[in-house]
């Protein structure tokens, strides 16, 4: 076994030698190519950047005007040649004519001969620069005072494309590398001992600097700064230490494994518990509450789950933030507890569902007791918040042994719960399934209806309060399905759960355009969900839609209720600016039966208002009579014109006349109709 274990550690310590050489040369070769990849792009960057502040100068209307003036001299030197004296990004600045002869040149602030400065490469590097349309041209070249970067481009208007045939006056930058520049670039890079060369040597790293047409010119070089050999001798004493603790660490490895199969068995319990348990609140996550579910089903117990649905916990999330909103999940889970009987569980199954499963007869007036807590008020960083719960219960039967099948109906009866106005219990039965099978199927009927185009518009008029004459008309989407005309009450509410209220919309507005767009004069009112309003894509959709159909939009008015106010106000408010922007008016609907305040109806900038009809209906007596006058006449004072809506009696019509209602609508004036009837009755009219 000794000589098991000696062979053992000889082979590791040839293993550990062979992988420290491949580090030491892969870190090498590694930071090499590092250093290789940023000289050149430092080149480039440099040459990059000279090209840029060429083109900023020489592409330039004022430049190209001024060059072709009697005191082009004087407005180079002021604009180019007085700045090489301590301009970062050049020392030199030159202008040759057209012809190529030298207008002006200066060397950090000075005149000078550029030809005899450059010599051969001057003439060259104008004659491709005015090859080279807009884009200058560089390169490196030569010169007494070392290698310097030039730059050229042609001095000509920005924004005209210049004849192919008209000669440019040149402007040429340059910067020399000296010693100044070779620091900057080596900083910036991590480039160390960068300096210039003619020739490069073997033993060191380097990278052309080209000439105007790719030769090199010379070379940047630097030595390799071998981090491997730097990391190996600075491991080196590890290692030897390593080696020598090697056979140590055999004598106490089975030593050591003892103790760790301990502490893996804990830490498996330990992660075991992270994996069914829930961070926030420290309740039972999902995974781990199916388990006590199985475990109790398995059992045999008479389980009662009560699956638990905060009401109200995304409006605390978005008014105050995902902070309170987890605080007061905290919070939540505490109350909870408080009252739960020995031995429930309790469980987070995510966002704001709970759930918790007990022994049958332990869970009497549960439910109550949890509604009652969660409808006090909790406290939170001094802010008082209100929320509430929906409970949807079910019991085991012989029907239900898979946990999941068991959580499926509790969230059956939560849905009910909810759905019945939230602040309640309901408990499972089988009704319920058969109710969510009729609605399932209900919205595959009104899926294929969308798709068929058999949900059609028709128009109920909208008439002056004073004159009668028409002034537009209402979209209104009806439905006749196989067994029968079905209410909008039913499926719009179905199609916004179902996610169809989009697609169901603009269908409906498509067809109106369609039917409409040639009634002169007739606007158009059509009801946008508050759904459609979250919708970041609504307004470019409705835009399209009138562009595609040519219809006006300052004919087409949205109306949306007082839920928009709520719902997402931001969202909202951005959609109804996109629109309002083209033309698009909004007129807010069933005004008097929700919460609009007189802020929201400033800052959403309704066209107009459109009065509930309870608020009509309530005209004949005093009280009601001064609430509708109170509406009207805040509504006039915020320069806001009112409709107002089912209006059956001439009485209630006069009345809403001389109260200050500009418009009508009702079955007084025109029940909805067909199209074909709102074409007759306007060709009537028009005789």
Known sequence: MTSFFVLVGSVLAFLVAIAVRDMTEAATTIDDARASHAASAAVEAFQSRLRATVRDNAVWDDAFKAMASDNAQEWAYENWGSTTEDYPLYDIAIVLRADGSTLTAHKKGEEFDPFEYFGTALPDLAKKAAQSGQEPVSGFVKTADGVVLFGAGSIQPYEETPDVQQAFNTLIFAKVLNSEAIAEIAKTFDLGGLFVVDVPHIQTLNTVLPDIDGKAVSYLEWPSRDPGSRIYYGVKAYLMAAALLLSAFFIAIVATGLFSARGFKRRAQEVHHRAIHDPLSGLLNR?????????????????????????????????????????????????????????????????????????????????????????????????????????????????????????????????????????????????????RESRSQFETKLRAAIASNSIRPVYQPLVDAATQEWRGVEVLARWTAETGPVS??????????????????????????????????????????????????????????????????????????????????????????????????????????????????????????????????????????????????????????????????????????????????????????????????????AA
Not at 349 to 373: K, P, Q, V
Not at 571 to 592: C, H, M, P, Y
Request: with cysteine; glycine share 8%.
């Open 287 to 435: 995974a781990g509450f199916l388990e006590e579910v199985e475990r109790r089903l398995a059992d045999k117990e008479e389980v009662e789950l009560h699956l638990l649905d905060l009401d109200g916990f995304k409006e605390v999330n978005d008014a105050w933030g995902h902070a309170v909103g987890d605080e007061l999940i905290k919070l939540v889970a505490a109350r909870v507890t408080a009252l739960l009987p020995a031995g429930a569980s309790f469980s987070r199954l995510g966002g704001d569902e709970f759930a918790i499963a007990a022994t049958r007869s332990d869970t009497r007036e549960l439910s109550s007791s949890i509604l009652e807590a969660l409808s006090r008020p909790f406290e939170i960083g001094g802010r008082t918040i209100e929320i509430g719960v929906s409970i949807g219960i079910v019991a085991t039967d012989a029907s239900a042994t898979d946990p999941l099948e068991f959580v499926r109906r509790a969230d059956v009866a939560l849905y009910r719960a909810k759905e019945s106005g939230r602040g309640q219990a309901v408990a499972y039965h089988a009704e319920l399934d058969l109710e």
């Open 488 to 685: 909008p009450e039913i499926f719009i509410p179905i199609a916004e759960r179902a996610g169809l209220i989009d697609e169901l919309g603009l269908l409906i507005l498509a067809s109106a355009i369609d039917e409409v767009g040639t009634w002169q004069d007739i606007a158009i009112s059509v009801n946008a969900s508050p759904i459609q309003l979250r919708n970041p894509n609504f307004a470019a959709n409705v835009v399209a839609l009138l562009k595609a159909k040519s219809f006006d939009p300052r004919r087409l008015t949205l109306e949306i209720t007082e839920g928009v106010l709520m719902a997402n106000p931001e969202q909202a408010k951005r959609s109804i600016a996109n629109l309002k922007a083209v033309g698009v008016k909004f007129a807010l609907d069933d005004f008097g039966c929700g919460y609009a305040s007189i802020g929201a109806l400033r800052e959403f900038g309704f066209d107009r208002m459109k009065i509930d009809r309870s608020l009509v209906m309530g005209i004949d007596n005093e009280r009601g009579a001064q609430i509708l006058n109170a509406t009207i006449l805040l509504a006039n004072a915020l320069d806001i014109p009112v409709t107002a809506e089912g209006v059956e009696t001439p009485a209630q019509a006069k009345a809403l006349y001389l109260s200050g209602c500009d418009q009508l609508q009702g079955h007084l004036v025109g029940k909805p109709m067909e199209a074909a009837e709102i074409q007759k009755k306007l060709l009537s009219r």
